[in-house]
């Protein structure tokens, strides 16, 4: 990984994890647009069971995508930002790795165009 605090490369190793299935993907999309949700308020907006919701909320939760408090009875979820906050830190500074390596690729190549060195004889 690029440079970055200690314990960086666990936490977006997980998030990348989670991220990896659509539906828990959907939950985090759900999550952001409303707000808090219970499991219960989620899987009626989604093809997969109660017990599938919790399932994919734990994994979120273990990646430090959800939180879940207790409200009475019931446990209301919701976006915790800093891990992917994390993750989107070590993506943007792997993009600009990447077009400082273009740019200089590009460098060389127009110097090359510009003074091609001798001729060679054919």
Do not use: C, F
């Amino acid at each position: 990984m690029t440079e970055e605090r200690p314990g960086a490369a666990e936490v977006v190793d997980s998030v990348l994890g989670a991220l990896a299935d659509p539906t828990r993907r959907q939950l985090l999309d759900l999550l952001a647009a409303h707000g808090e949700a219970t499991a219960t308020t989620l899987a009626e907006r989604l093809p997969v069971s109660r017990q599938a919701v919790v399932k994919h909320l734990a994994v979120l939760d273990a990646a430090g995508l959800v939180s879940g408090g207790r409200v009475g009875r019931e446990v209301r979820y919701a976006v915790r930002p800093a891990a992917l906050d994390t993750t989107a830190r070590w993506m943007a500074s792997l993009a600009a790795d990447w077009d400082r390596r273009l740019a200089n690729i590009k460098r060389v190549a127009e110097a090359a165009e510009r003074d091609p060195g001798p001729a060679r004889p054919d």
